[in-house]
């Protein structure tokens, strides 16, 4: 009874509504309305974003932390009333927790190097998975070049889930950290990550979450899940690109060496000592991306207006859909099929290559991406070079599914 | 499909894609380098014989989009009894003709002309000349990968 009450407290989508939120939606792809089915990699801006961009730099601009004019001080106001509610958005947590980044790759990178780095010893084991995005694997390989620590790697099984009896075996007293994906960017696969936490935890170690793909397409609350690191990108939920963010517990992040040294990360500075500043600025060397912070903030606030509960439910219907029309096409193979899965579709077609299938999907309009993406080990896994992946956003419509079929019939056509 | 399209997937591209030709490895080779685009993963090698100045023999091996296939199976077809003093001059015609703006004129290259669609697909040129670059390779005798990059 309490799922069905849940269930009913979740709005419907007025999607039409949301599109008119989306300028770039209206534009038209080679004389065809866009069909926009990349939102992996990056998502279309509101709106409310787009004037908050534009608001700032008209009438805000300044530097942050600094001035003692007015300018100053209201930009520093909106920036760290942004922070408050990312903090807020993603479970609660303190502003000292909220780090501001350049992105998901530059938040792994800081734990890598400052969390890692000074702890690992030659014999320890960092842990990630098979489906890791290239930017949750070469920080990782990095750090262990650089300390003598090996780099495990959980396999995943033929559906592209993780294999946990596997995970556990390779969890062992020199465990010091895993890095997992929440959402495969590949696959679309939702991984176990409240129960991948627990059991790094009860082996001794910690957690990075990669959740560039989570962010705006699952909830997430970190503190529920207990989750030490967990690091997103703002261009993925609907912010600025070049934004982003790493929430680290503060009882490590304290401890931890600055990543980069600079202005504002100090509270003194001598040529004999530098005392570094408190949390999170310890961690923001040099004058930040002010706009495209406030502006994450807009795009997060744009979120919870509609709010994440509503954003899943109606992505699950078009994954859900998609997954059926898929079945119903010979010759179209499904790569990741997990029973727990984000609105991801990637996807061959036989005797075509993804390069061919995503040029012909795109002179209808309909923008998909093509290729590896950035996940070369796992395509490895699934004896491919790369797939043509569709990825939905909440602004997407049941249309325009059926207009991605329509251009995938239109590819087996050509290709007869 | 719209005019453009057509341009690109024209019948005698599917033809090479479908049954490409010199698709094998060339055990008597004197020259071969592996070309790589990042871009999509695909990988190609090339094998060329030479003699007296001369390519007796060229093949490939690997697999790829119908544009670098076709591409691969029709340059080792222009290739054969060419003197290696007209390969550079070739390589840099369809060069300039998967380049070259799509109102530019460019010289005609015969059977290779297939290809001139792929000029109005900006992102489907390393595609095409992705054969042509591993074969300077190896004519250069580079022990390394090329790469479209």
Same mark, same amino acid.
């Given at each position: 009874?309490?799922?069905?009450?849940?269930?009913?407290?979740?709005?419907?989508?007025?999607?039409?509504?949301?599109?008119?939120?989306?300028?770039?939606?209206?534009?038209?792809?080679?004389?065809?309305?866009?069909?926009?089915?990349?939102?992996?990699?990056?998502?279309?801006?509101?709106?409310?974003?787009?004037?908050?961009?534009? $608001?700032?730099?008209? $009438?805000?601009?300044?530097?942050?932390?600094?001035?003692?004019?007015?300018?100053?001080?209201?930009?520093?106001?909106?920036?760290?009333?942004?922070?408050?509610?990312?903090?807020?958005?993603?479970?609660?947590? #303190?502003?000292?927790?909220?780090?501001?980044?350049?992105?998901?790759?530059?938040?792994? %990178?800081?734990?890598?190097? #400052?969390? +890692?780095?000074?702890?690992? *010893?030659?014999?320890?084991?960092?842990?990630?998975?098979?489906?890791?995005?290239?930017? %949750?694997?070469?920080?990782?390989?990095?750090?262990?070049?650089?300390?003598?620590?090996?780099?495990?790697?959980?396999?995943?099984?033929?559906?592209?889930?993780?294999?946990?009896?596997?995970?556990?075996?390779?969890?062992?007293? *020199?465990?010091?950290?895993?890095?997992?994906?929440?959402?495969?960017?590949?696959?679309?696969s939702i991984t176990p990550i409240a129960q991948i936490i627990k059991l790094v935890h009860d082996a001794g170690a910690v957690v990075l979450v990669d959740g560039a793909q989570a962010i705006a397409h699952v909830g997430v609350d970190v503190r529920t899940l207990d989750a030490d690191f967990y690091a997103f990108s703002g261009h993925k939920i609907f912010g600025p690109t070049g934004t982003g963010v790493l929430y680290g517990k503060a009882a490590l992040l304290d401890r931890m060496p600055p990543y980069q040294g600079?202005?504002?990360?100090?509270?003194?500075?001598?040529?004999?000592?530098?005392?570094? %500043?408190?949390?999170p600025y310890k961690f923001e060397a040099g004058t930040p991306n002010i706009a495209g912070a406030i502006g994450l903030g807009a795009a997060i606030e744009y979120v919870e207006r509609v709010g994440v509960g509503a954003i899943a439910a109606y992505e699950d219907e078009l994954l859900a859909y998609a997954t059926r029309r898929a079945a119903e096409v010979r010759g179209m193979r499904v790569i990741g099929t997990a029973r727990q899965k984000a609105a991801i579709l990637s996807f061959m077609l036989d005797g075509v290559?993804?390069?061919?299938?995503?040029?012909?999907?795109?002179?209808?309009?309909?923008?998909?991406?093509?290729?590896? $993406?950035?996940?070369?080990?796992?395509?490895? *896994?699934?004896?491919?070079?790369?797939?043509? *992946?569709? #990825?939905?956003?909440?602004?997407?419509?049941?249309?325009?599914?059926?207009?991605?079929?329509?251009?995938? +019939?239109?590819?087996?056509?050509?290709?007869? | 499909? !719209?005019?453009?399209?057509?341009?690109?997937?024209? &019948?005698?591209?599917?033809?090479?894609?479908?049954?490409?030709?010199?698709?094998?490895?060339? &055990?008597?080779?004197?020259?071969?380098? @592996?070309?790589?685009?990042?871009?999509?993963?695909?990988?190609? /090698?090339?094998?060329?014989?030479?003699? =007296?100045?001369?390519?007796?023999?060229?093949?490939?091996?690997?697999?790829?989009?119908?544009?670098?296939?076709?591409?691969?199976?029709?340059? /080792? &077809?222009?290739?054969?009894?060419?003197?290696?003093?007209?390969?550079?001059?070739?390589?840099?015609?369809?060069? =300039?003709?998967? !380049?070259?703006?799509? =109102?530019?004129?460019?010289?005609?290259?015969?059977?290779?002309?297939?290809?001139?669609?792929?000029? &109005?697909?900006?992102?489907?040129?390393?595609?095409? /000349?992705?054969?042509?670059?591993?074969? @300077?390779?190896?004519?250069?005798?580079?022990?390394?990968?090329?790469? /479209?990059?």
């Amino acid at each position: 009874m309490k799922m069905d009450s849940e269930v009913l407290r979740i709005p419907a989508l007025d999607v039409a509504a949301l599109r008119r939120d989306f300028p770039l939606l209206a534009e038209c792809v080679n004389g065809k309305p866009l069909v926009y089915l990349d939102n992996a990699a990056t998502t279309q801006k509101p709106q409310s974003v787009l004037d908050t961009l534009m $608001h700032y730099y008209a $009438h805000d601009n300044a530097n942050v932390h600094r001035g003692v004019h007015t300018l100053s001080q209201r930009a520093t106001d909106k920036y760290e009333a942004a922070r408050a509610r990312i903090a807020k958005f993603i479970g609660g947590v #303190s502003t000292q927790e909220v780090i501001y980044t350049s992105g998901t790759t530059s938040g792994i %990178n800081l734990v890598a190097q #400052s969390y +890692a780095r000074p702890l690992l *010893r030659e014999g320890d084991d960092v842990v990630i998975s098979a489906m890791e995005h290239h930017s %949750n694997i070469v920080p990782w390989q990095l750090v262990c070049l650089q300390t003598g620590a090996a780099l495990k790697v959980v396999p995943v099984n033929d559906a592209g889930e993780l294999e946990m009896d596997e995970f556990e075996r390779l969890l062992g007293p *020199r465990t010091r950290i895993v890095a997992m994906t929440h959402v495969s960017n590949a696959l679309g696969s939702i991984t176990p990550i409240a129960q991948i936490i627990k059991l790094v935890h009860d082996a001794g170690a910690v957690v990075l979450v990669d959740g560039a793909q989570a962010i705006a397409h699952v909830g997430v609350d970190v503190r529920t899940l207990d989750a030490d690191f967990y690091a997103f990108s703002g261009h993925k939920i609907f912010g600025p690109t070049g934004t982003g963010v790493l929430y680290g517990k503060a009882a490590l992040l304290d401890r931890m060496p600055p990543y980069q040294g600079g202005g504002d990360m100090i509270r003194s500075v001598t040529f004999e000592k530098t005392e570094y %500043n408190e949390l999170p600025y310890k961690f923001e060397a040099g004058t930040p991306n002010i706009a495209g912070a406030i502006g994450l903030g807009a795009a997060i606030e744009y979120v919870e207006r509609v709010g994440v509960g509503a954003i899943a439910a109606y992505e699950d219907e078009l994954l859900a859909y998609a997954t059926r029309r898929a079945a119903e096409v010979r010759g179209m193979r499904v790569i990741g099929t997990a029973r727990q899965k984000a609105a991801i579709l990637s996807f061959m077609l036989d005797g075509v290559h993804a390069h061919d299938v995503g040029t012909i999907l795109d002179n209808q309009g309909v923008a998909i991406r093509a290729g590896h $993406h950035c996940a070369m080990p796992i395509m490895e *896994r699934f004896g491919v070079a790369g797939t043509a *992946r569709a #990825s939905f956003a909440l602004y997407n419509t049941f249309e325009e599914v059926d207009a991605l079929f329509d251009g995938i +019939a239109r590819v087996q056509r050509l290709f007869k | 499909m !719209t005019s453009d399209l057509r341009d690109l997937y024209q &019948e005698v591209i599917f033809d090479h894609y479908k049954r490409p030709r010199n698709n094998r490895a060339l &055990e008597e080779a004197n020259h071969h380098a @592996q070309g790589h685009n990042p871009l999509c993963g695909d990988k190609v /090698t090339i094998y060329v014989k030479v003699d =007296d100045g001369v390519i007796q023999d060229v093949a490939f091996e690997g697999s790829g989009c119908a544009i670098a296939t076709a591409s691969a199976s029709m340059m /080792t &077809e222009a290739l054969k009894g060419r003197k290696l003093e007209d390969v550079e001059k070739l390589f840099h015609g369809f060069h =300039d003709m998967v !380049t070259s703006p799509p =109102d530019a004129e460019s010289p005609p290259l015969g059977k290779l002309d297939a290809l001139r669609g792929v000029r &109005e697909f900006p992102a489907r040129v390393k595609c095409a /000349t992705l054969a042509w670059h591993t074969l @300077q390779a190896a004519l250069r005798a580079h022990d390394h990968p090329v790469s /479209t990059e």
